[in-house]
């Protein structure tokens, strides 16, 4: 028995299946393209994976203190925490030259943890000297201020190193638009570079 289109008041008219085929192949005899699913990625998504919204807007290239280097992120809280991190790796871990760094970048074609670039909220470190899936690029003593500077942060910072295919180069926000723990770090490192003593550069490892 063959369904018919209940939208027809009565239950009359043709099938609902033979007008859509029948509109289908309309429109390839009329040389209409037809819609097709995009592709899973972040150009088609609105938010990367730590949830902060995919964006071309609201995105400086700023200076990082006491480096040569510069680098586009988020405006505001991010780039206060991000940058404080840069230059923490910078004098304690290792140097950071002039083209040493990769912020913001358009969202096609990224995936996983990369799509944080495109939101403005991850920053690569170096990554020349640390490229993904790349192990044992960091000495134990170096490895030993990354973590330091993780817990400074307070969970408001991730690092892929410890993801399951590394890249030592990606720091990124690890918190959500709002989450109040990245507001009061941001308020406490400008505080830092207010006060003597105080901040990147001095070194608290231990501490």
Request: glycine share 14%; hydrophobic share 40%.
């Amino acid at each position: 028995m063959q369904t018919r289109d209940t939208d027809t008041p009565g239950g009359r008219g043709l099938p609902r299946r033979t007008l859509l085929l029948t509109g289908l192949a309309g429109a390839v005899a009329a040389g209409i393209s037809l819609p097709t699913a995009a592709p899973a990625s972040a150009a088609a998504g609105t938010a990367s994976t730590n949830g902060w919204p995919v964006t071309t807007t609201g995105i400086s290239t700023l200076p990082v203190p006491g480096t040569p280097a510069s680098v586009a992120l988020l405006e505001g809280d991010v780039s206060t925490v991000l940058v404080h991190v840069i230059r923490r790796f910078h004098y304690e871990v290792e140097e950071v030259a002039r083209h040493e760094l990769a912020g913001h970048r358009p969202a096609a074609g990224l995936t996983g943890h990369t799509t944080n670039y495109a939101s403005g909220t991850a920053v690569e470190i170096r990554p020349a000297a640390y490229p993904q899936a790349a192990t044992g690029v960091l000495f134990p003593q170096q490895l030993a201020v990354v973590r330091d500077i993780l817990k400074e942060c307070g969970g408001v910072v991730a690092w892929g190193g410890h993801l399951r295919r590394p890249h030592a180069a990606h720091f990124q926000i690890a918190v959500r638009p709002g989450d109040p723990r990245l507001r009061g770090l941001a308020q406490r490192i400008t505080g830092w570079t207010q006060a003597p003593g105080q901040g990147a550069g001095v070194f608290t490892l231990g501490a």
